[in-house]
């Protein structure tokens, strides 16, 4: 017996899925990218942006200054 799909349902069943998080692409998907198995790849891109953006800024060297600071109460 064949059921009767009505194009309501149609439409409500393809929101469903366009919404899912299932669909999202990869880069787009918070929560895939914050598991822990993608720590790897989170680590990847933190070392890349700053590279590519030396990069197109044609810097070839930098200078990295470590210091602190204390806040203290009077």
Known sequence: MKKNISPSNNL?????????DTYKLAHEDIGLLSRNEMRGVRMLLEITKP?????????????IIFGGASITEE
């Open 51 to 63: 590279d590519l953006i030396l990069e197109e800024n044609k810097i070839l060297s930098t200078i």
């Open 12 to 20: 409500k069943n393809l929101n469903l899925i366009i919404n899912s």
